[in-house]
């Protein structure tokens, strides 16, 4: 069994840059894709981006290209979403996700969810 456990939402002001972390525990990390999602309020769970498990294959959902970067240091089992010139419509919960392949993220098939962590961006 895989724990998702992530760190770093809060408030932050359009234009502010977070660092979200996701620390997995239970299993070898390494062999995992691992993703974000995101369910803001009122609207249903969206795919933000997916990361394979050597790192080397990237996915990231239109709104978010150009402004969020996703990296993962396998030696920590941690894996981390930079957010920068937020928005307000960035405004959501913050869901981690591992599944065997990358293409099973990016479909919104993730094996393992974490619990969530909120992020607030005010205008």
């Known amino acids: 069994q895989v724990q998702l456990e992530e760190f770093g939402g809060g408030l932050g002001q359009a234009g502010d840059s977070l660092t979200l972390s996701c620390a997995a525990s239970?299993?070898?990390?390494?062999?995992?894709?691992m993703g974000w999602f995101r369910r803001p309020p009122g609207k249903e769970r969206e795919f933000v981006v997916a990361i394979s498990w050597r790192g080397s294959e990237k996915q990231y959902a239109d709104s978010v290209k150009g402004r969020f970067t996703i990296s993962r240091d396998n030696a920590k089992n941690t894996e981390y979403l930079e957010m920068n010139m937020l928005k307000p419509e960035d405004t959501a919960v913050y869901y981690c996700?591992?599944?065997?392949?990358?293409?099973?993220?990016?479909?919104?098939?993730?094996?393992?969810w974490g619990q969530g962590t909120q992020v607030t961006v005010s205008s």
């Open positions: 996700a591992t599944a065997a392949s990358i293409l099973q993220v990016i479909r919104g098939r993730p094996a393992h």
């Open positions: 239970g299993r070898a990390f390494r062999n995992y894709a």
